[in-house]
């Protein structure tokens, strides 16, 4: 049996398509069940609940693990240089080329986070076989972020697999979530920045993402990030 598929932005409400099963996300967030769910083409899955806050002055990091700032961190990257990202991870590490030239205050905001280890120890709380594996939540359910927002910088890189995106409430909403896609997700251009690309260890990526596990069952086995390691 086939069931509308809705999404409930704000106050409106979008008919997206049908899918077996009911679907509601409310604020962007998908509030269901990604057990056994093997159904690609899901833009919503990568949507998540972010603060608002939209504030620019310079973040700053005090000893050890920060997870919450007042405001996004100040541009201190290079656009022009060539910058990888090493995650290591319960199952292994895998490689990010990350787009700093066509991306820049995404990959600046993500390399800010990694060095100031806000990345260690969290999980990729939603995995959906198939389509992708997301991570970089505070909070593990979906629902977190770093206490600030950073605008969208959609840019010609496509969701292909092994594509890096940032995960969203919305548009400008872009926080510290981010997601890999298992496989090839046209359906998501256009509306996520794509500020990378793994280059090796897509096989670590593709073993986290063979478990679905819904956010919302915060008592879930969990693959955690150990570290992410900024190059050069």
């Given amino acids: 049996m086939h069931n509308p598929w809705m999404l409930t932005a704000g106050m409106g409400v979008i008919a997206i398509g049908t899918i077996a099963g009911t679907f509601l996300a409310t604020a962007g967030f998908a509030n269901r069940s990604t057990a056994g769910d093997t159904t690609a083409n899901r833009s919503d899955v990568v949507d998540q609940t972010q603060p608002t806050s939209t504030a620019t002055a310079t973040a700053t990091a005090t ?8 405001a996004a961190p100040a541009m201190s990257i290079d656009p022009n240089q060539q910058y990888t990202a090493t995650v290591k991870t319960d199952k292994g590490d895998f490689t990010i080329q990350l787009y700093g030239k066509d991306a820049p205050q995404t990959v600046n905001n993500f390399i800010f986070l990694a060095q100031h280890h806000f990345y260690d120890g969290l999980s990729f709380d939603r995995v959906v076989p198939g389509f ?8 593990g359910d979906a629902t977190g972020g770093p ?7 959609l840019n010609s890189h496509t969701n292909d697999a092994g594509a890096v995106a940032m995960a969203n409430a919305g548009p400008g909403t872009d926080g510290s979530t981010f997601y890999i896609d298992l496989a090839s997700q046209p359906n998501l251009n256009g509306h996520y920045t794509v500020f990378g690309k793994v280059t090796s260890g897509m096989d670590v990526v593709d073993a986290i993402g063979k478990t679905a596990r819904d956010p919302a069952n915060t008592s879930a086995p969990v693959v955690k990030i150990q570290s992410i390691t900024i190059s050069p």
């Fill in 63 to 70: 000893a050890g693990p920060q997870r919450v700032y007042t």
């Fill in 132 to 139: 992708v594996v997301q991570g970089g939540d505070p909070n």
């Fill in 147 to 153: 206490g600030y927002t950073i605008p969208d910088e």
